[in-house]
């Protein structure tokens, strides 16, 4: 599975983005998805994550209630809705494919990464 992800840019706080996530060659329809971020002199973090049928979204502390994960099972898509964006939110932003239909916020259950998307969010 080859992910990318894409959607990100430069805002102002406040702001809100939509970050897509795409697959090629195979379909994840069947893994769960989560989404990370890596900020400048950080290690990378998890986000956000939903199951392979849609259920069970989860968030890290710092964005629950400003960040929203979906996927879209017949487009192949996996999103994550950004709004009252910070200036802590920026960092480049992967998302990642899970082994299994389900997973958690340890980055090690993630087999399939995405390039990454940078979002910068000045104040």
């Known amino acids: 599975v080859q992910l990318q992800a894409f959607g990100g840019g430069a805002v102002q706080t406040g702001g809100s983005l939509r970050l897509s996530c795409a697959a090629s060659r195979r379909t994840f329809s069947n893994n769960a998805v989560g989404w990370f971020r890596r900020a400048p002199g950080k290690e990378r973090e998890f986000v956000a994550r939903i199951a392979w049928n849609g259920a069970l979204p989860a968030y890290a502390d710092s964005v629950k209630g400003r960040f929203t994960i979906s996927r879209d099972r017949a487009t192949n898509t996996v999103y994550l809705q950004m709004d009252s964006l910070r200036p802590e939110d920026t960092a480049v932003y992967y998302c990642?494919?899970?082994?299994?239909?389900?997973?958690?916020?340890?980055?090690?259950?993630?087999?399939?990464w995405g390039q990454g998307t940078q979002v910068t969010v000045s104040s």
């Open positions: 990642a494919a899970a082994k299994s239909s389900y997973s958690g916020p340890d980055s090690a259950s993630y087999l399939y």
